[in-house]
Every structure is written in structure tokens, then in C-alpha cells.
């Protein structure tokens, strides 16, 4: 009779990292996740795009979560993004009022996604940016990018991450303004016009 070692890699259940997924898309969408902005706030401005694959086909169950500072460059301090019903434990949702800076949004059936934030302030040295963190099938490790806004050139230019960037792959970390407030930014996981993406160490 042969003894197996219970501890030995070929033994060991994968665990949800180990696993190309998704398993987020059960329970971290939140409803109005995309909603951050408060209603009617005249700051307020709308990031939309698709996640696309390498081979350049767009993912419906993509997960994206957005981080961004107030026109300011303050950064929130208010909760309220899953607020949930003290008597019943049921989610209510934003409050529409406090701005917390946080949305996370799942991409729909076209790969598509949004985002109703206040436009970022700059924070030190930076150019203005929202901070991007997507999860999707095929990554054992959700990646971080920046989506920044355009509009002040000579911050862009200036900025110590985009300055180091040629041309073009400088502009994968730059939305294309379609005017009245809204920008597009698409996210490539791979393959031509991949996005930059950072890694914190």
C-alpha cells in the first residue's frame, strides 16, 4: 500500500486564486456601484468603455473598481457606498448625498461599463487620474491602472508617470473626451494597444 502525502501540491484543492474564475461576480457588485457622484452635483462627469481580451473580444464578466479624489484632490472620508437597513440588514444603497469616492461595476453582456464620478482633482505631482482596478477571467491577480482626464495638457505632460510613457502607450492611460462632461476609456487586457499597467510593490 503506497502512503500519499495530503500536503503535496497534486493533493491540495485549488483555492479561488490558484483558479482562473470569475468567483467575484456573485457577491461584490453592489446596486448603484457606478453611481458615485452625488445626484445633481455640477463636478459630476461619466467614464465609459468596454474590457477587452487579447484578441481583442469584449468580456461580460469583467469587474472594475474605480478610486478617485474630490475636485479638490481630497480624498474621501465618508462612508455610504453599501449602506445596509438596521432593522432588516437589507441594502439600501447610496445615500445620494455623501461623495465616497468608490464605485465598483460589473461590465453587462457587450463588455461594457460606466462610472458617474466628480472629475478628480490633482493630488502633489500627479495629473488628475481616477485609479482603476480590474478583475477578469484569465488573471490569477486583479490588475491596477490609472485613467486620466483630459483637458490640462501641460499637467499631463508634466505628470511623473505619463512623462516616462512613450506616445502611444501613453495614451492607453488617457480617456478620449466625447464632450458634455463624458470620456471613454477601454480597457485591453493584452495584444495591441494593451493598457499600462502598474505594480505596487
Keep these: 500500500m503506497t502512503k500519499t502525502d495530503p500536503g503535496s501540491p497534486k493533493n491540495v484543492p485549488p483555492t479561488p486564486s490558484h483558479t482562473v474564475g470569475p468567483f467575484y461576480g456573485y457577491a461584490l457588485p453592489f446596486r448603484g456601484g457606478e453611481d458615485i457622484a452625488p445626484l445633481g452635483h455640477p463636478d459630476t462627469v461619466t467614464v465609459h468603455g468596454h474590457v477587452y481580451d487579447g484578441e481583442g473580444n469584449p468580456l461580460p464578466d469583467a469587474l472594475l473598481e474605480v478610486w478617485g479624489p474630490d475636485p479638490r484632490g481630497g480624498l474621501a472620508t465618508a462612508d455610504g457606498s453599501m449602506r ?7 441594502f439600501l444603497g447610496r445615500n445620494g448625498v455623501e461623495f465616497t469616492g468608490f464605485g465598483r461595476i460589473q461590465t453587462d453582456a457587450d463588455g461594457h461599463w460606466y462610472v458617474r464620478t466628480l472629475r478628480p482633482g490633482a493630488r502633489g505631482h500627479h495629473a488628475p487620474y481616477l485609479s482603476l482596478c480590474v478583475f477578469a477571467r484569465g488573471l490569477l491577480t486583479h490588475l491596477f491602472t490609472r485613467i486620466h482626464l483630459p483637458g490640462d ?13 512613450d506616445t502611444e502607450r501613453r495614451a492607453t492611460l488617457i480617456a478620449a473626451d466625447e464632450g458634455r462632461g463624458t470620456y471613454r476609456f477601454d480597457v485591453r487586457l493584452q495584444g495591441e494597444g494593451e493598457t499600462v499597467f502598474l505594480e505596487f510593490t
Design 153 to 165: 495638457e501641460a499637467a499631463l505632460a508634466a505628470d511623473p508617470l505619463l512623462s516616462r510613457l
Design 84 to 90: 445596509r437597513d438596521p432593522a432588516s440588514g437589507g
